[in-house]
């Protein structure tokens, strides 16, 4: 059987988006990193523990995923604008 390390999993996603938010928009702060810590600090202060801190740390770092789209689309709607 096949097993996921879905922490890690999701830790290299964020790091992936950390990359291109960085590449796209010269920003190289670890938004996502610095979201989760403060949740799970959060969470933590009001007793929440287990899977359900598990999830909001997961969820803490992938909360800007759409957004990376977003300003790349952003990105190429401003060059073609540009060029004309």
Known sequence: ????????LTGACSYALDCIEAELVNIKNKHGKRVAYISVCMA??????????????????????????????????????DLK
Do not use: P
């Open 1 to 8: 059987m096949l097993s996921i390390d879905i922490v890690g």
């Open 44 to 81: 933590e202060y009001w007793a929440i523990q287990g899977e359900a801190l598990q999830d909001l740390a997961m969820c803490a770092l992938l909360h800007d995923n759409a957004l990376t789209q977003y300003i790349s689309e952003e990105l190429k709607k401003d060059s073609v604008i």
